[in-house]
Every structure is written in C-alpha cells, then in structure tokens.
C-alpha cells in the first residue's frame, strides 16, 4: 500500500519561494498520479496541481499557475511542488496524495493521502 510523507514546508516572506517534497514508500511511485492539495485555515481542502504517471503532463488550479511547479523523480520514488512567488494566501497545510486510476484536481480521485505540511506565508 502506498505510503506518502510530505517534507520541506515552512515560514517564508511574501514573495519567497518554497520546495515541498513527497516521498513514497510501500509501493512505486509510477503506478500513481500524484496530486498536491492544501487547506487554509477555516476552508475547505483545495487541489493545487497533479501530475499524470504516463506521460507527466501536469496541470494547475488558476490560483497557482505560473507560479507553482510541481514534478516528480520515480527513480527516487519521490514528487516535488516548488513553490516561488508566495503570497499571504497560499498559507496552509499542504498534502500529496496518491491516485490508482486518474488524477485531477479533485480530492476524490485519490486513494492515498500523506499527512501534510504546513507552509506560512508572512512577514
């Protein structure tokens, strides 16, 4: 069963940049997609950007593109979200998630759920 750990969030400054990671265990990675997703505080959980296993096309909510970018290293078993140009209100706890079948931005395409990380956006 496949197990995900998300690493490397943190307090940044309104305009810095951050690189979440998500390391895998228990299976390989490439049989997923993988998806990351983040919850302010008092909102609901939102999908951020996922990344197809066959062909690693990825896709972005709105609110992130251009300045998010998210990858992953199957060699390494391990996906990535960099995060540059921060605003206040990217603040939040971020998850990666893990789908069997297909991923979107949607939480219910994703088996697999790691426990998040926090990232602060502020001065």
């Known amino acids: 069963q496949l197990q995900l750990v998300e690493s490397g969030g943190g307090l940044v400054q309104p305009g810095g940049s951050l690189r979440l990671s998500c390391a895998a265990s228990?299976?390989?990675?490439?049989?997923?997609?993988v998806g990351w997703f983040r919850q302010a505080p008092g909102k609901e959980r939102e999908g951020v950007s996922y990344?197809?296993?066959?062909?690693?096309?990825?896709y972005y909510s709105d609110s992130v593109r251009g300045r998010f970018t998210i990858s992953r290293d199957d060699a390494k078993n391990t996906a990535y979200l960099q995060m540059n140009s921060l605003k206040p209100e990217d603040t939040g706890v971020y998850y990666c998630?893990?789908?069997?079948?297909?991923?979107?931005?949607?939480?219910?395409?994703?088996?697999?759920w790691g426990q998040g990380t926090q990232v602060t956006v502020s001065s």
């Open positions: 990344i197809r296993n066959t062909d690693s096309r990825s």
């Open positions: 998630a893990g789908s069997s079948t297909y991923g979107s931005l949607a939480e219910a395409a994703f088996d697999y």
């Open positions: 228990g299976s390989r990675l490439d049989y997923y997609d």
